[in-house]
Structures are given as C-alpha cells and as structure tokens.
C-alpha cells in the first residue's frame, strides 16, 4: 500500500491489488487509484489483473509483485508438501506470473516498463524458513535472469530487498507494536525501524527514469543488517 501511495506521488495511476479487498481498497481510493480482487497464486487471475489495467487506464508501465507470506517454520523433516508448495506458490510462481503477463502488454505496446518485485534479505542470507529462503533466493535469480531477457524490449527488472521492516508481517511475530519497535530497532544497524515508506521509496526510485540504467538489480533497504551488524573487534577499539 505504501508503494501503491509513493507511486501515486509520483504522478502514476494505480491499482492495488490483494487477495483481500480489506487489504487495499480503501488505499486505492485515498489516492484516486483502483483496486483489483486478485489470488496471485492463480495465473488467471494475474492475467486479468494486466487485461483489465490496460482497459482502465489504457497502458501499463510498471508492475510492483510484492504479495507474500511467512509461510511454514520448523525442520526439513517436518515440513508439509502442502505447506511448501503454498509458500513457494505465494512468494515465487506469483512474480513469473505478474512479469509473463506484464512483460506480454509492455511488448505489445513497445514502449518498454518496470517490472518489480519485493525480494527481502532472506534472499541473501537464511533468515526464514527454508520457504521463504529458497522462493526468496529464487526471486533474484528470476530478476536477473528476466532482466537480461526483456532487455532489447526496452523492460527493466529489478528488486528492493527489505530488511525487518514493521508490517502486518512481521506483527505476526511480536507481541504488541512496542514489543516489535523495541526488536525491529535491535534488527537495524542504524537502531532505527524501517516503514513500508522506506521500502517504497526504493520502489519509486526504480520505477523513475532517474533508474533508467538500472536493471538485474536488488536494492537492499534493511538499515545495514546484511553489511554492519556483525562488527569486526578491530572498530570497538
Ligand atoms: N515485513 C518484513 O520485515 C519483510 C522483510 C523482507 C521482505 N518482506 C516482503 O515484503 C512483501 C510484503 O510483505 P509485508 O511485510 O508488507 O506483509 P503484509 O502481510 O503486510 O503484506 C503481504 C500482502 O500479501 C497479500 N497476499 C498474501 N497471499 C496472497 C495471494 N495469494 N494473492 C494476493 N495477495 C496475497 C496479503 O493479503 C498481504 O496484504 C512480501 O513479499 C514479504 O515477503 C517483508
């Protein structure tokens, strides 16, 4: 949602979209923008997310995929194939439909596009379950190997890799919003808490032409988590 503001900001018509109309509908229309039902794991349903953008607002430049979900904790051992297979469908499958189907109406209009996805900092290290890691390692294989596809059309692609940041995700780990502020500032080399703005920000930057060489990548918005937080002695003397 606050990508869908940040994007909006930034003179963009939007739609949301989300399994759920509670989550988005009353977003898309504080900022004049549309909202779309959509079970991302359903590539029908993706497909008619595109198709019926373009009918609304007649183009589409950028697509943000960012749905996703905790998905099952414990050992290898005791994961369910019901479990794994939902996760991975959720956070993996869903990007290649939401970038076959965009991808499809950036060629077919050749003005090239934006194709973004939200990868996190389980892609460069094992914070979640196994998942979560391998569908989140495997967002940025998929970024960099669809970027090099779409390249000569002109599409860019390319992630932002938040770090701990303070969503209804993760207020499902906490107790209270104390409780999560205290942990997520811990989490965070700056001692800060990192909002959906700051992860949005990084959103709207790739989706400017100010990014307009700028693709293959993963910007990392996590407060110096994977870089700065285990200091070698040598900067405590
Ligand atoms: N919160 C964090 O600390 C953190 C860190 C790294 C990455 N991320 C990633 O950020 C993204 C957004 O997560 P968030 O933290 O804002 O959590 P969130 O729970 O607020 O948002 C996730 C949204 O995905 C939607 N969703 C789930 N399954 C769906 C489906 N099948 N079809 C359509 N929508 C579906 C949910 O309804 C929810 O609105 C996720 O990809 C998550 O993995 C979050």
């Known amino acids: 949602m606050a990508t ?17 109309p509670d989550r988005g509908e009353v977003t898309a229309r504080d900022i004049g923008g549309l909202f779309i039902t959509a079970d991302v ?12 953008t373009r009918e609304k607002l007649g183009r589409l430049d950028v697509m ?4 996703g979900i905790i998905g099952p904790g414990g050992r290898i051992t005791d994961i369910e194939d019901v ?29 090239g596009g934006v194709l973004l996805a939200t990868t996190s900092i389980a892609a460069h290290r094992t914070v979640g379950g196994h998942a979560y890691n391998a569908a989140k390692h495997g967002l940025t294989g998929l970024i960099r190997s669809v970027a090099t596809d779409l390249s000569p059309d002109g599409i860019r692609v390319n992630g932002v890799a938040p770090g701990h940041t303070l969503t209804p995700m993760s207020m499902q780990v906490y107790r209270d919003t104390d409780a ?16 959906p703005e700051d992860i949005a920000a990084a959103f709207a930057f790739l989706a400017s032409d100010a990014a307009r060489y700028i693709t293959g990548q993963e910007i990392v ?9 285990n200091r070698p002695a040598i900067f405590d003397r």
Request: glycine letters at 10%.
């Open 83 to 111: 479990d794994w297979s939902n996760a991975i469908a959720v956070l993996l499958n869903s990007v290649f439909y939401g970038m076959k189907h965009a991808a499809r109406a950036m060629q077919a209009a050749g003005r």
């Open 221 to 229: 918005v996590d407060g110096g988590w994977l870089e700065c937080m």
């Open 64 to 67: 943000v995929c960012n749905a």
């Open 4 to 20: 869908g503001r940040a994007l909006a900001a930034g003179g963009h018509h939007v739609v949301l979209s989300d399994i759920s």
């Open 180 to 195: 999560a502020r205290t942990r997520l500032s811990q989490l965070n080399a700056l001692g800060k808490v990192i909002e």
């Open 41 to 52: 794991t359903r590539e029908a349903d993706v497909a008619n997310l595109v198709s019926t």
